[in-house]
């Protein structure tokens, strides 16, 4: 199995979202084969705003799942994989794809949306990752 790693403080805000004190289900990132955890790094690159607004939809999920729309779905035809959905300054939006794997939020791919249609390329990616977290 690909391992993966706890979310720890990258999106610690002072959350506040809800008055629950124990996550439902945690957060980890998925890890390559590499070591690499490519959705930490897409985050670390994000503008300080972007990673606040979406480290608060994370933990909304995190400390209220289930959770539905606005701020998660599933991904209709992707059995088992969901997405955290962003509203970003400027009207951008951002993806955090992820499934869930022993109790456990795995976030698989993150993207920045340039069009009203996910990429086939991005879903692909993520259900990639997912089939691997799944051995």
Known sequence: MTECTSLGTLYHVGYSVA???TKRIPAVFYRT???TEPVRAWLKDLPDEDRRIIGLDIATVEYGW???MPICRSIAGRRGLWEVRSSLPGGRIARVFFCIRRGQLVFLHGMLKKTEKTPD???DLATKRKKEVER
Do not use: A, F, Q
């Open 19 to 21: 008055e629950r004190k």
């Open 66 to 68: 289930p959770v539905g």
């Open 33 to 35: 084969g590499s070591g």
């Open 121 to 123: 390329s991005d879903l």
